[in-house]
């Protein structure tokens, strides 16, 4: 590939308004990784959504939340107070410059202060607001409190995961809005395919339960074909229709994912896997075996469980990491279980040079953040800075741009309005 | 409102299978695009032969899944490995905006299609190769599955209970991130050559896309060098904030409060039973540190009850409160979903109907439509050589003849 210091960004052309808090922000950074010039706007004394933890060395604040840094890389910020009427005028002055729109109100909020879809297209019909809520814009639900548990619950994802003696659990990290924000993203960048042939702007409604029930692939089809729950949730183990294979598994200093027999690729790697069980003294009845002409579902119970009794031993002694290495080496389909540290740590990620270092020059520090999911030949993720303060961005927006004196501008923080 | 119209005159070849790549340009198609899905007799789309099938029925044309990721796209079956057979594909791509693909890293060029070689017959064209580590690095050709690689990206470690092994997630969650990561890029990169009159490649890694959704928690280790556990149902900002137990079998709710205020109006709910009173649960920090036992409280309330009951009682009283719904609760109860109509009835010409859903989005003026059902394998093989690419009778029967058409 070219010097991608050299190259453009694909979206830089373009300015977003973000009102979302958590539960959106991520689409526009999204948007804003491509390039996009896009400007956070927040309430007077910033966004509720910074106050989450966990927050930089533990200390709460809101510059150091680390969910707020995260998803609002490359933006900038102002503030605005939308529920008054001069903050409303203001606001619809920034909309003739602005190509998006994003925000994350209960549904009617904005209409009701006269900033809905229908007003914002009269001042610039070429706007795309997209709009994310846990239930979309209309329906029974959509009126309902949901934050991520709810909203996993109500997708179908959270039946399906945990094991059989106990609740179903969820992922100790929110993830249901994360789907519904970078789906939101993806709708913005179709309506705006139309708009750049048309002219035409559109209101973008995003279903975060609609987004989450996206990653369930089989259950729903398998109530609609067969009236039946095919899957139930197995802890560490994966079952459909009563088939049962294990996928995670103990080694000697943490957990690997391995399928007996995954596929092709899986059976290609099968001889030298079995050899290096042999060199231990372990499974000296799968040697020989025709793996590639193995049907699975036709081997007896006693014989994968045998088997998968030996692989067992194999891997509680050896760490991941020498498990995974060997794996590579054999072109075997085993995976680690890592934490973040070892994601942190893959030289993968490193010969990819995925991570950036953000300088953040009011803690006094860079911090490492994940960077470019892409190479391209001829355009380059944006890295650019973090996060903005609280308001930092002001004075460029509202007397560069607008034009406000700056006694306009501090009669209207007085008054607390920006 | 004009339905599926928005990418209406985009054209992409699409070589990919499985979960990822055909839910990205289903997305397209649902959308306007036309799209057409290279097949391939030795090696089918593997989504075509998993459960489940309809009536039960394994068949190439009968699988729920692909039936769902595949709405609104024409199938050409061609042999690759014959050199006419990639001849055919070149010529698809001399008239497309996007080529995906989804094999394993150099698979393409050992067929002759890599960017270099499309480029040839179309200069500006958007190419991108999904995989699951990227085109290269020291793990790049390691064959793996979203199944696995989740647990790569962390997703296993972060799912359970504390006290237990990592769980799986039920689906390949990473095979559900990167497919929206493309569309972005693919969408992007588009505009840029709207703009520009310039196509790319782009080399995207599931692995690096799926990274981005643990970003706080990454975070949590580069600044803090806390490495993030999974808790369970906890949330340190909530409680309660868990999983209970509802009448009927394997029926459960959830319950979420953040405030004092949501505590209140649950208790109220609740009929105001006497132990809600007690100093163990008055403040946020009191119902954290008695979270087990309040947990227990509450189940023996929730378990009188069906899980809708509890949801709806308690949103009416604005506490945050949802059913834990089955694949048959969001096929024959939900409301909302109904409402939202995310699930579309299609009717296949050979198996009859299946469903497929919708992108969870609406777009008012050019909202998502399925173009027509998935095709059945190789469907549109005829269409496409002679409608398409005007060949004539003689040529197509002479390269179905001799295999390099199926």
Known sequence: MADEEQMPPMLDRYRVLDLTGNRGALCGKALAELGADVIKVEKPGGDPSRTIGPFYQDIPGPERSLPWLAFNLNKRGITLNIETSKGQELFKRLIRTADFVIESFTPGYLDNLDLGYSSLSEINPGIILTSITPFGQTGPYSGYNAPDLITMAMSGYLYLCGDSDRPPVRFSSDQSYLQGSLQAAVGTLIAHYHRELSGEGQHVDVSVQESMVWALCYAPLDWYLLKALGQTRQGGYWQRFGVTYRVIWPCKDGYVAYRLLMAQPGANAMNEFVASLNAEGLGEDMKGIDWSNLRFDQVPQEDIDRWEDQIGTYFLRHTKRELHEEAVRQRNVLQPVNTMQDIIESPQLAARDFWVEVEHPELNTAITYPGPYFKSTETAWHKGHRAPLIGEHNEEIYEKELGLSKEELSALMNDNII | ?406
Request: net charge negative; glycine share 8%; aromatic share 10%.
């Open chain 2, 1 to 406: 409102m004009m339905k599926n119209n928005a990418l209406a005159g985009l054209k992409v070849v699409d070589f990919s299978w499985v979960f990822t790549g055909p839910i990205v340009t289903k997305y397209l198609g649902d959308h306007g695009a036309e799209v057409i899905k290279i097949e391939s007799a030795v090696q089918p789309d593997g989504t075509r032969v998993i459960t489940p099938f309809k009536d039960g029925i394994p068949g190439i044309d009968r699988s729920g899944v692909f039936a769902n990721y595949n709405s609104s796209k024409y199938s050409i079956t061609i042999n690759l490995q014959e050199p006419r057979g990639v001849e055919i594909a070149r010529k698809l791509v001399a008239r497309a905006d996007i080529v995906l693909e989804t094999f394993a890293p150099g698979a393409m060029s050992r067929l002759g299609l890599d960017y270099d070689e499309l480029q040839k017959v179309k200069p500006d064209i958007i190419m991108l190769s999904m995989s699951m580590f990227g085109q290269y690095g020291p793990y790049s050709n390691q064959p793996t599955f979203g199944q696995l690689l989740q647990t790569t990206n962390g997703f296993a470690h972060l799912l359970g209970w504390p006290d237990r092994a990592p769980s799986l997630p039920v689906a390949p969650y990473t095979d559900y991130i990167a497919p929206w990561y493309i569309l972005i890029a693919l969408l992007a990169a588009l505009d840029y050559r709207r703009r520009t009159g310039k196509g790319q490649y782009i080399d995207l890694s599931m692995h690096e896309a799926s990274a981005h959704f643990t970003a706080p928690e990454l975070l949590a280790y580069t600044v803090n060098n806390r490495i993030q556990n999974r808790m369970g149902n906890r949330c340190p900002d909530a409680a309660p904030h868990g999983v209970y137990p509802c009448k009927g079998h394997d029926r459960w709710c959830t319950i979420a409060v953040f405030n004092n205020d949501e505590w209140q109006a649950l208790c109220q709910v609740m009929g105001n039973p006497g132990w809600a009173r007690s100093s163990s649960f008055d403040t946020l920090l009191h119902r954290r540190e008695n979270n087990e036992e309040l947990d227990r409280l509450i189940g023996e309330w929730t378990i009188n009850y069906a899980p809708e009951d509890i949801m709806d009682r308690l949103q009416a009283a604005g506490v945050a409160a949802g059913v834990v719904q089955t694949g048959e609760d969001l096929i024959d109860n939900d409301p909302q979903l109904r409402h939202r109509q995310h699930f579309v009835e299609m009717n296949h010409a050979e198996t009859g109907n299946h469903l497929t859903e919708r992108p969870p989005f609406r777009l008012s003026r050019t909202p998502s439509e399925p173009q027509r059902p998935f095709p059945s394998f190789g469907e549109h093989t005829e269409y496409i050589c002679q409608e398409i690419l005007g060949m004539g009778d003689a040529e197509f029967a002479e390269l179905v003849g001799t295999g390099v058409l199926y």
